[in-house]
């Protein structure tokens, strides 16, 4: 007997979120953006391969979604050092006025911009399954849920991450420039796992690596570039 598929469109989801933003312009050589999202979001289906446990009971797999993400926090921005105010003074008053160890820290501490990207997220929900059709549903991929396990009852660590763009630029004449950058992604080398082994077996006592890390991002990468802007 051939195997019968049925498609529908049954499944039903439900997002409630608060948003918080704050944004400073560029103003005084500093310019940033923040915001801070509280959130949930419910269903009893988030993407194709997820089957029912229960196809006549749909209720039953209602809970948070795969892509519910409770908080997230992300900081990014644009700073210059406070430093090259020499640079304003002219002939014998930048002599006479400052040291020459205080214009050599200026000058190598001048047109010093920095861009960080501060991402702080909490971790999504995972469902537990047996890794066997334990329920006989015919469901594929299958659906079947250990004993005491709600649908999607787990979840992945949350995310840290910093990246940070560091560029100095030397000004040639009145329009052209050369920047010297360097780019960090992950700059703590932070591990950010996205995915967790969700088979526990069929058994009472789940599998030896049950809840282990199984994905991550990428770890901490540097790049560099030279740039000349005329």
């Known amino acids: 007997m051939d195997a019968l598929e049925l498609l529908e469109d049954s499944a039903s989801s439900s997002y409630q979120g608060f948003t918080f933003a704050l944004n400073h312009r560029l103003a005084n050589e500093i310019e940033f953006t923040g915001s801070y999202t509280l959130a949930r979001t419910l269903d009893d289906a988030s993407d194709f391969d997820e089957q029912p446990q229960n196809p006549y009971s749909l209720r039953e797999d209602w809970s948070a979604s795969r892509n519910s993400q409770t908080q997230r926090f992300v900081f990014s921005g644009l700073f210059e050092l406070p430093f090259g105010q020499v640079e304003t003074l002219t002939g014998q008053a930048a002599a006479t006025s400052v040291r020459p160890n205080a214009r050599r820290l200026e000058g190598l501490l001048a047109h010093i911009e920095l861009a960080p990207i501060v991402?702080?997220?909490?971790?999504?929900?995972m469902n537990a399954l047996t890794g066997l059709d334990?329920?006989?549903?015919?469901?594929?991929?299958?659906?079947?849920?250990?004993?005491?396990?709600?649908?999607?009852?787990?979840?992945t660590p949350g995310i840290t991450n910093v990246d940070l763009r560091l560029l100095k630029y030397f000004l040639f004449g009145k329009h052209a420039r050369l920047d010297l950058v360097a780019e960090f992604f992950n700059l703590f080398n932070h591990t950010n796992i996205v995915q967790i082994n969700s088979l526990y077996g069929n058994e009472l006592q789940p599998l030896p690596g049950f809840r282990q890390p199984t994905q991550a991002l990428n770890a901490r990468q540097i790049q560099f570039s030279v740039d000349f802007e005329y």
Do not use: I, V
């Not at 991402?119 to 929900?125: A, K, V, Y």
């Open 119 to 125: 991402t702080l997220e909490s971790g999504r929900p």
């Open 134 to 155: 334990s329920n006989r549903s015919g469901a594929y991929p299958f659906s079947a849920r250990p004993l005491g396990f709600k649908c999607n009852s787990l979840a």
